[in-house]
């Protein structure tokens, strides 16, 4: 099942299948539409799945700032509106999109919510810390290629398998969301990614948490955690770990957290045995 694109005043939207059951789909910080490509693919018939690069990313690069994650959530409203999604609709959202995806959540009825490896408020920063270095530290790789040209496709999909996340774990659905992200010259190929969007939107993320909690407590659907045991340099402890998320399930008595055993930060995308849990808990009755 692959994506038919459209264009809605330069947002670039993807929808997959036919299906009358609708899956609103945000990605992550230096990602596109293309990170739900294997989630699209294993879809029920009766369902559809509708993803977007975000504003300064993907096909989407070229729309102005300012940036930011409600500008973001802005235009996932706009994108349900514009697919017709009605409140039987399912929104979800990957890493930093997890973190729109509740935004939005907290704007407009859904049937429900599914927040994947992402969504929950991040520890305060220690004092005196800067964000963007904050930011560096945790992306690393993902971060440094968005200053980096390449000479070929295939040296670019070079870098991306020796990134930690990814080695051992290399598949036709990565290759095809990396591949997407090309653009420029012959020998001096670089991601669409546009750095100041993805500076602004980590900072917002990092420096608004009491938005994002007020959000979280907002949303009205029931609301799903699927969560990566390891991070996303496939590190041993994950992006949310349980000193983090246990606290919010219990503060939030509607909020359902699931671990989703053998998968990365990147990987719960990808990987099959991954993705098949997350396809069952977006298409399943909460």
């Known amino acids: 099942m692959s994506f038919e694109f459209d264009d809605l005043d330069g947002l670039r939207i993807g929808r997959a ?44 690069a070229a729309l102005p700032g300012p940036y930011g994650l409600p500008r973001h959530a ?117 991601s669409r990614a546009v750095g100041e969007a993805v500076l602004q939107d980590g900072r917002w993320m990092r420096l608004e948490t009491d938005r994002i909690a007020a959000a979280l407590e907002a949303i009205e659907a029931p609301l799903h955690l699927l969560r990566a045991p390891r991070g996303l340099l496939n590190q041993e402890v994950g992006m949310l770990p349980d000193e983090l998320a246990l606290p919010w399930a219990a503060r939030l008595p509607g909020l359902k957290d699931e671990v989703v055993p053998d998968c990365n930060h990147y990987t719960i995308l990808f990987d099959d045995h991954c993705v098949s849990t997350v396809v069952d808990r977006l298409t399943s009755p909460a």
Do not use: C
């Open 17 to 60: 299948g036919s299906g009358p059951r609708v899956i609103i789909a945000v990605h992550g910080i230096t990602a596109s539409l293309m990170a739900w490509g294997a989630v699209a693919r294993r879809l029920p018939e009766d369902w559809s799945l509708v993803a977007m690069d975000l504003r300064g990313r993907g096909h989407s």
């Open 74 to 190: 802005e235009d996932v409203l706009r994108v349900a509106e514009h697919v017709g999604a009605g409140t039987d609709a399912v929104l979800t959202g990957h890493s930093m999109g997890a973190y729109v995806a509740a935004l939005a959540g907290a704007q407009r009825d859904f049937a429900r919510v599914v927040l994947v490896d992402g969504g929950l408020p991040l520890p305060p920063l220690p004092e005196g810390t800067d964000a963007d270095a904050a930011l560096e530290a945790a992306l690393g790789p993902a971060l440094a290629r968005l200053r980096q040209t390449f000479p070929s496709a295939e040296a670019y999909v070079e870098f991306f398998k020796a990134h930690p996340a990814f080695a051992g774990h290399w598949n036709a659905d990565v290759e095809a969301y990396v591949r997407y992200d090309l653009t420029g010259p012959e020998g001096e190929l670089r």
